[in-house]
T-cell receptor, first 112, second 114 residues
């Protein structure tokens, strides 16, 4: 059982649709990061959220950290084919030396 | 500024062999972490080094070892390779081992064990 559960694992949608990816845990995180990753490349950091209830926006992407800092969501508005990628959440726990624990990832495909 | 660099980009080994992977962090970053990413899964934490000292170790066997040099570059060594060690090995650097621990990843080394 993974410490961070991401859902859905796979998502295939049409261009222009909205979508939400969820990252859930029973553990509290001091911070949570979202990455996107192209095939065969390293993950690229999108955002870091650190405060419970925090909302951050990055163009068409909206990130939210749960009030209890146990969960997070990524919402994409009007998805475009260029959004196609693997999306990863990763949490840091202070009592684990702030090492990152990754979720299993959500593979998003946006069809034109 | 250059990002995190890793070498080699691809590597093919046979079972039982040994491999050394190398990583250079972003200039000014003192912490390096290593992750293993098996196809279709999220990265799994292997090691973290800060100021040349091991600060964390994931659930990996003793066949995996690492070190950090005075210039903050790092090596990951894997002995007695198994087929299951085939994966993308990612190196990430961060400025310090701080609360927010924002990590920036290199392109990875794709290891194939035959």
């Amino acid at each position: 059982t993974q410490l961070l559960e991401q859902s859905p694992q796979f998502l295939s949608i049409q261009e222009g649709e909205n979508l939400t990816v969820y990252c859930n845990s029973s553990s509290v995180f001091s911070s949570l990061q979202w990455y996107r990753q192209e095939p065969g490349e390293g993950p690229v950091l999108l955002v870091t959220v650190v405060t419970g209830g925090e909302v951050k926006k990055l163009k068409r992407l909206t990130f939210q950290f749960g009030d209890a800092r146990k969960d997070s969501s990524l919402h994409i508005t009007a998805a475009q084919p260029g959004d196609t990628d693997l999306y990863l959440c990763a949490g840091a726990q202070r009592n684990a030396g702030n090492m990152l624990t990754f979720g299993g990832g959500t593979r998003l495909m946006v069809k034109p | 500024d250059a990002g995190v660099t890793q070498s080699p980009t691809h590597l093919i080994k046979t079972r039982g062999q040994h491999v050394t992977l190398r990583c250079s962090p972003i200039s000014g970053h003192k912490s390096v972490s290593w992750y293993q990413q098996v196809l279709g899964q999220g990265p799994q934490f292997i090691f973290q080094y800060y100021e040349k000292e091991e600060r964390g170790r994931g659930n990996f066997p003793d066949r995996f070892s690492a070190r950090q040099f005075p210039n903050y570059s790092s090596e990951l060594n894997v002995n007695a390779l198994l087929l299951g060690d085939s994966a993308l090995y990612l190196c990430a650097s961060s400025w310090q081992q701080g609360r927010y621990n924002e990590q920036f990843f290199g392109p990875g080394t794709r290891l194939t064990v035959l």
